[in-house]
């Protein structure tokens, strides 16, 4: 949903981890990014989105939810920093003449910073979606706040931003997964460096941005995969667990992983694991 799942940071020891970046955002696009579905589908309805709205997606990565938005007859924008493998799915979906996708001439996918994406021949943007969940760790929504307040030059007055995290833990099955990346990339901090979800993690964001919070909800989203190998490949291809490869070794956190989801697992192979998302609708000054 991210950039990933959750809003991720480098490594605090150790090299980062070799792993073959176009494979990780196969794994994302194909796999992952999915499971958000619900939490965009529910955002877009409830605010009515269709033609005529210009719609900016910050972190857009493969661009799964600039696609659904353009089915509604959007015009989307997606930027993201510093993955470009990503983008590149979210380019052969959205951009004319890639695979055999219909053309949309008024996408754009801009690899870069909020500022880049803005065009002044064209009116400011009336969506702002920032729908990479926080809530999951400590400090994943360092630097949300100021990427937030870049964008809001480019948008309509009024405008709706929205933002995702994740619901309380209890009602999150996929969290106690998650906790497995902290507790191997630094076993001796992890209480510390792991945080539950607040219940105003998204209203304090907002009021970093100098937003106006109008609105929230909560969506169900589970997590299913076909197999525990398709939910390792899913999971992972999050980075989310990168320090906890370059901490220890690919093999022990692919078992670990393994370990973690058993509980999960259903007798016909497939993996389930029910979650609550909660967004929060903004509007711009």
Not at 96 to 105: I, K, L, Y
Not at 148 to 169: D, S
């Amino acid at each position: 949903m991210t950039p990933t799942l959750v809003r991720q940071h480098p490594p605090r020891a150790g090299a980062r981890p070799r792993v073959d970046r176009r494979a990780r955002a196969r794994d994302w696009s194909e796999i992952q990014e999915r499971m958000l579905v619900p939490l965009y589908e529910t955002v877009y309805e409830r605010l009515g989105l269709g033609s005529g709205t210009r719609v900016l997606g910050l972190g857009c990565g493969s661009g799964l939810a600039l696609l659904m938005a353009a089915a509604r007859g959007a015009a989307v924008t997606g930027v993201d920093d510093g993955r470009p493998e990503r983008l590149a799915f979210a380019r052969d979906r959205l951009l004319p003449g890639r695979w055999d996708a219909p053309a949309r001439a008024d996408a754009r996918i801009v690899e870069g910073v909020p500022e880049d994406a803005g065009d002044p021949r064209l009116p400011g943007f009336g969506l702002v979606t920032a729908f990479e969940p926080i809530g999951c760790q400590a400090g994943d929504s360092a630097g949300l706040g100021e990427l937030l307040a870049a964008a809001t030059p480019l948008a309509e007055r009024g405008a709706a931003v929205v933002l995702a995290g994740w619901g309380p833990p209890e009602r999150c099955a996929t969290t106690s997964v998650l906790r497995v990346a902290t507790k191997l990339a630094d076993p001796l901090s992890s209480p510390g460096s792991w945080r539950p979800a607040l219940r105003d993690d998204l209203e304090e964001v907002a009021q970093e941005a100098g937003l106006k919070p109008d609105g929230s909800g909560r969506v169900a989203c589970p997590f299913g995969y076909a197999s525990v190998d398709s939910a390792v490949r899913g999971l992972l291809s999050t980075d989310l667990f990168d320090a906890a490869i370059a901490a220890t070794d690919q093999a022990q956190v692919d078992k670990e992983l393994t370990e973690a989801l058993h509980r999960h697992r259903r007798a016909d192979g497939t993996v389930w694991m029910p979650n609550v998302f909660r967004y929060l609708i903004a509007r711009t000054p």
